[in-house]
């Protein structure tokens, strides 16, 4: 794997820049990256959960008393983040009511979210199969644990250890906020045996693919961003970094003549597609379906 395709904490760091979230956000995002950058964040580190449950530990702790994040003390923070392992954190209410306050909420009559919200949920879920903006549709009769309660457990124990002095010294990756937008020739989702290449609900293949915080969209050449449950922001990036060999948290408009993502139906984040499906590993040169029973017949 390169340099440029690597897969660290400046990804996870693009997940939680969406281009319209307010500035007391993005200080909360980069803070919370200075204190996790020292952890190895490629594979076996603390996960995302973690980035973004003490990002919004941060958010609402600043906005409570009107402080930058880099200002509350790291005591204040594992307070706020400790308690009974089978309990909730007791931040989470807080940080609820501190997003709602900075008008990054829920609006339950107008059926709107924000992409923080978005990222507040998928954090705080203990409800797997949810209908609207927090489950209160349909909900399943029993909660679960949510990403958000192993995270802060984690943190916890983090920032209890973290020593003082090494904040200041801290630094983390330089990530923009705002859109990824890539044109390609023809998207390709890629699993260990399978290559397919993604269109819209009418049929038409996809060309352009957007990327904003924790979200990504796909349009054909004939409709607007069709929003795609398999088709996660953070594969989206690795797929450009190895196409175009640049950093995965990159913004900005990119062009390329294909993109294989990794399926998150076999294959995980970090997974190189092309190296990981039979196919494609046995003909390096073959994208797509239709070149593939050509390359076959050949």
Request: charged share 20%.
């Given at each position: 794997?390169?340099?440029?395709?690597?897969?660290?904490?400046?990804?996870e760091m693009s997940?939680?820049?969406?281009?319209?979230?307010?500035?007391?956000?993005?200080?909360?995002?980069?803070?919370?990256?200075?204190?996790?950058?020292?952890?190895?964040?490629?594979?076996?580190?603390?996960?995302?959960?973690?980035?973004?449950?003490?990002?919004?530990?941060?958010?609402?702790?600043?906005?409570?008393?009107?402080?930058?994040?880099?200002?509350?003390?790291?005591?204040?923070?594992?307070?706020?983040?400790?308690?009974?392992?089978?309990?909730?954190?007791?931040?989470?209410?807080?940080?609820?009511?501190?997003?709602?306050?900075?008008?990054?909420?829920?609006?339950?009559?107008?059926?709107?979210?924000?992409?923080?919200?978005?990222?507040?949920?998928?954090?705080?879920?203990?409800?797997?199969?949810?209908?609207?903006?927090?489950?209160?549709?349909?909900?399943?009769?029993?909660?679960?644990?949510?990403?958000?309660?192993?995270?802060?457990?984690?943190?916890?124990?983090?920032?209890?250890?973290?020593?003082?002095?090494?904040?200041?010294?801290?630094?983390?990756?330089?990530?923009?906020?705002?859109?990824?937008?890539?044109?390609?020739?023809?998207?390709?989702?890629?699993?260990?045996?399978?290559?397919?290449?993604?269109?819209?609900?009418?049929?038409?293949?996809?060309?352009?693919?957007?990327?904003?915080?924790?979200?990504?969209?796909?349009?054909?050449?004939?409709?607007?961003?069709?929003?795609?449950?398999?088709?996660?922001?953070?594969?989206?990036?690795?797929?450009?970094?190895?196409?175009?060999?640049?950093?995965?948290?990159?913004?900005?408009?990119?062009?390329?003549p294909d993109l294989?993502?990794?399926?998150?139906?076999?294959?995980?984040?970090?997974?190189?597609?092309?190296?990981?499906?039979i196919f494609l590993?046995?003909?390096?040169?073959?994208?797509?379906?239709?070149?593939?029973?050509?390359?076959?017949?050949?």
């Amino acid at each position: 794997m390169t340099a440029h395709s690597a897969y660290g904490l400046d990804v996870e760091m693009s997940l939680l820049l969406p281009s319209a979230a307010p500035a007391p956000w993005d200080a909360a995002v980069r803070e919370a990256a200075r204190l996790l950058a020292g952890l190895p964040w490629e594979r076996g580190g603390p996960g995302p959960a973690c980035l973004s449950t003490l990002a919004l530990a941060l958010f609402a702790r600043a906005r409570a008393s009107d402080r930058d994040p880099q200002a509350v003390p790291l005591a204040e923070l594992c307070e706020s983040l400790a308690g009974p392992a089978e309990d909730e954190p007791p931040i989470r209410a807080e940080i609820e009511r501190a997003l709602a306050a900075a008008g990054q909420g829920y609006d339950r009559a107008a059926g709107r979210h924000t992409l923080v919200w978005a990222i507040f949920v998928a954090v705080s879920d203990q409800y797997r199969e949810r209908v609207g903006g927090m489950g209160e549709d349909l909900e399943p009769s029993r909660p679960t644990a949510s990403a958000m309660r192993a995270a802060a457990a984690r943190l916890t124990c983090h920032l209890a250890a973290y020593p003082a002095h090494a904040r200041e010294r801290a630094t983390a990756p330089e990530v923009a906020s705002g859109p990824l937008v890539i044109t390609t020739g023809r998207v390709q989702m890629v699993t260990a045996t399978s290559v397919r290449t993604l269109v819209c609900p009418q049929g038409h293949a996809a060309h352009t693919v957007r990327v904003d915080g924790p979200v990504a969209t796909y349009a054909c050449q004939h409709a607007s961003g069709q929003p795609l449950r398999a088709l996660e922001a953070a594969r989206v990036r690795m797929a450009l970094a190895r196409a175009a060999g640049v950093r995965p948290s990159i913004q900005g408009d990119h062009a390329v003549p294909d993109l294989l993502i990794a399926s998150a139906d076999d294959l995980d984040r970090h997974t190189d597609p092309q190296a990981a499906n039979i196919f494609l590993r046995q003909q390096p040169g073959i994208v797509g379906r239709d070149d593939l029973l050509d390359g076959l017949r050949g």
